[in-house]
């Protein structure tokens, strides 16, 4: 609500909401009007886009379908991007919750305050991720906003939830500084990434289904690279796959169904031949 409200404020009579019902708890269908009805109280158009969550991690598959139901909304409304209302806070639990799992320098750059999604032609814009949730919750308060709540917010079965609990009475816990720090992150991605194309595109030789590419010594740009060809010839690898493949390859292996060969200084990336029978 506090993005919605911001939003009109910001850009008067230049402003539409999509919500979305993920079809998975009976209250969304009254909090997908409730928006509605806020919105025709400003005078903003607001579409609710109903959507079907597919088995398997229902966090994450509810994700992917909800940015690409509304990229397509985007997309047919002729919008250049999305904004969503994520904030410092939330930016202090995914941070924590990729410390927690040992992520690389992808994953600790958080959540990017314009990201490229997979699924959604549109970029995702983060105008929030500077402010609180308290500090949100103000700005509803003064717009006379209602406020809803989502029940799986408390639902302590996921990993956000219970890093939400545990961190919630911490006081020593400076949000902004999180943010700032995940920003600081996020922009040496994006160095590292700049970086890893012009290589690419100074020294990639892509042939039909062989790529053949110079990998640099530094570890991290030579994983990007190495990653980038294994999905060029049509296989499927993480940058962090890479890298922890590059350390124990030798001459020789494969990854992602992809043979990867060392020739010199260089790489060639064929796809991995069929297995032999008995």
Not at 172 to 199: G, N, P, V
């Amino acid at each position: 609500m506090a993005l919605l409200g911001l939003a009109a404020a910001s850009f008067d009579g230049a402003v539409e909401v999509a919500t979305v019902d993920h079809g998975l708890r009976k209250e969304a269908a009254e909090e997908c009007a409730l928006v509605e009805r806020v919105c025709a109280e400003r005078s903003i158009p607001c579409t609710t886009l109903r959507i079907t969550v597919a088995e398997g991690n229902r966090q994450d598959r509810a994700r992917a379908a909800r940015y690409a139901a509304l990229g397509r909304w985007a997309g047919q409304r002729g919008f250049a991007a999305i904004a969503t209302a994520h904030h410092a806070d939330d930016q202090v639990e995914t941070l924590l919750m990729r410390l927690n799992r040992g992520s690389g320098l992808a994953g600790l750059a958080g959540i990017r305050a314009r990201a490229e999604i997979e699924g959604c032609p549109v970029p995702v814009l983060r105008p929030l991720l500077g402010f609180t949730k308290g500090e949100l919750q103000t700005v509803v308060g003064c717009l006379s906003l209602p406020v809803v709540q989502d029940p799986s917010n408390r639902d302590d079965r996921y990993d956000r939830v219970r890093i939400r609990q545990q961190i919630a009475g911490v006081d020593w816990i400076d949000r902004k500084a999180f943010a700032r720090s995940a920003a600081h992150l996020s922009e040496a991605e994006q160095t590292l990434e700049s970086l890893a194309e012009e290589l690419w595109n100074a020294a990639a030789v892509e042939s039909g289904q062989k790529v053949e590419i110079r990998v640099p010594s530094q570890p991290d740009l030579a994983a990007r690279l190495i990653a980038r060809a294994v999905r060029t010839v049509g296989g499927t690898v993480s940058t962090g796959e890479a890298q922890a493949f590059l350390k124990t390859m030798g001459t020789r292996g494969n990854i992602g169904g992809v043979l990867i060969e060392r020739r010199s200084d260089r790489y060639v990336c064929t796809p991995e031949p069929p297995r032999r029978g008995g």
